[in-house]
C-alpha cells in the first residue's frame, strides 16, 4: 500500500511540474509575442520619423520651474518663466539654430522682451562647426569655430532635432529617443487593451527594470505618432534622484503624407532625498513648418550675420592670439586673455 501511495504522489508532483513548465512556457511565448507586437508599432513610429528629415522651421517655448534647492544651492530657489524663440533649418546632415532667449534666462538675470534677448546661433555646415553668442546688444558676441573634423561631426550630432515630436530624449535615463530605448530592452511589451488620447483609441507599450519605467501610447491615426509618454527613472549612487517625466497634449498637423506635432507639453521633476527638488513645465509650439526646402536657394547653411568685431576662437581652447570677425573674415588680433 506504501508503495502504491508512494507512486501516486510522484504522479501527482510530476504532473504538477509538467503543468507548470507548459504555463511557464505559455507566459513566455506570450510574452515573446508582445513584445514583437510592440517592436512592429515602434518601428511604424520610426517611420513616421524618418520620414522627416528635411525641413525649416520656426517654434516657440516657454518654460516654468519650480526650484528648491539647499546648502550652497539655495540661492538658484524660487519660481522663474523663460520664453525662447528658435529657427532651425535641417537637410538630415547640415543644421543650423538659432534662437532668441528672455524672461527668467537665469536665477539672477532678467530681460524683458525679446528685443533684448540673449541670441545663441549653431551652424554645422559638413566641415566644420561654429557657434555665435550675443548676450547684450552693447556688445558684438563671441564666435567659436570647431574646425576638427571629428570633434565638429559630434557636436553637429548632437544638434540634431528630434523629429516630429520633440522631448523624447529628455525623459529617457540614456539621453535616446524613447523608442530606440524601448527596443533594447527585454521587457517591452504591447498591452491588451488600447486606451483613448484625444478621442482616439491608442496602442500602449510598456518598458521596465529596476531603475527606470515607462508607459508610451501610440496614435495611429496620426501616423504612428507618440501621443503620451510617462517616465519614472531612479538614479542610484552617491546623490541618488528620482526623476518623472510626462509628454501630453500633442497636437498634430498633416504635411504630404507625415504627421508632425504642433504643440507638445513636457513635464519633468527631479526629487532628492533631502527634499529639495527642480521642476520644469514646458508648452511647445511650431508655428512654422517647412518640409523639403530648396536649401540652397534659401541659403539655410551659410554663416550667421556675424557683427564686426565679434571675438573669435578656434576649437575649444583659448589660444594666445585672439581673433575679431571683421566684414565677413577672421582677423588675427594680439591680446592679453589675462585682462
Request: glycine share 6%; net charge positive; hydrophobic share 35%.
Amino acid at each position: 500500500m506504501k508503495e502504491v501511495k508512494k507512486f501516486i504522489l510522484i504522479a501527482v508532483l510530476f504532473y504538477v511540474a509538467s503543468e507548470s513548465l507548459c504555463i511557464a512556457n505559455v507566459t513566455d511565448k506570450t510574452s515573446d509575442e508582445q513584445r514583437i507586437k510592440a517592436i512592429n508599432i515602434l518601428e511604424k513610429f520610426a517611420q513616421n520619423q524618418d520620414n522627416f528629415r528635411s525641413f525649416i522651421l520656426k517654434e516657440e517655448e516657454t518654460t516654468k520651474n519650480k526650484i528648491s534647492l539647499s546648502g550652497s544651492w539655495k540661492d538658484k530657489s524660487g519660481e522663474r518663466t523663460k520664453y525662447e524663440a528658435r529657427e532651425v533649418a535641417y537637410d538630415g546632415n547640415r543644421i543650423k539654430r538659432r534662437a532668441w532667449t528672455w524672461g527668467d534666462v537665469t536665477s539672477s538675470e532678467h530681460i524683458e522682451s525679446r528685443e533684448d534677448a540673449k541670441y545663441l546661433s549653431y551652424l554645422w555646415d559638413g566641415s566644420q562647426f561654429m557657434s555665435y553668442h550675443i548676450v547684450n546688444k552693447s556688445h558684438p558676441g563671441y564666435v567659436k569655430i570647431e574646425k576638427r573634423l571629428e570633434q565638429a561631426k559630434v557636436t553637429g550630432k548632437q544638434m540634431t532635432p528630434e523629429g516630429c515630436i520633440p522631448g523624447l530624449s529628455s525623459i529617457t535615463s540614456t539621453g535616446e529617443r524613447i523608442d530606440l530605448l524601448l527596443k533594447k530592452m527585454n521587457n517591452t511589451r504591447l498591452l491588451n487593451e488600447m486606451e483613448e488620447i484625444n478621442t482616439v483609441k491608442c496602442y500602449v507599450i510598456e518598458a521596465g527594470d529596476a531603475n527606470d519605467s515607462y508607459k508610451v501610447w501610440i496614435d495611429p491615426e496620426h501616423g504612428y505618432n507618440i501621443a503620451k509618454v510617462t517616465s519614472k527613472i531612479e538614479i542610484r549612487g552617491t546623490r541618488p534622484e528620482t526623476r518623472v517625466g510626462s509628454i501630453k497634449n500633442v497636437k498634430f498637423t498633416q504635411i504630404g503624407e507625415i504627421w508632425i506635432a504642433t504643440e507638445v507639453d513636457i513635464y519633468g521633476r527631479s526629487d532628492y532625498p533631502n527634499g529639495d527638488f527642480m521642476e520644469a513645465d514646458i508648452h511647445y509650439k511650431r508655428i512654422k513648418i517647412e518640409l523639403n526646402p530648396d536649401h540652397k536657394r534659401l541659403n539655410s547653411f551659410v554663416v550667421d550675420n556675424i557683427r564686426n568685431g565679434a571675438r573669435v576662437w578656434y576649437n575649444e581652447s583659448m589660444l594666445d592670439a585672439e581673433y575679431t570677425w571683421q566684414d565677413g573674415k577672421i582677423i588675427p588680433k594680439k591680446v592679453n586673455l589675462k585682462k
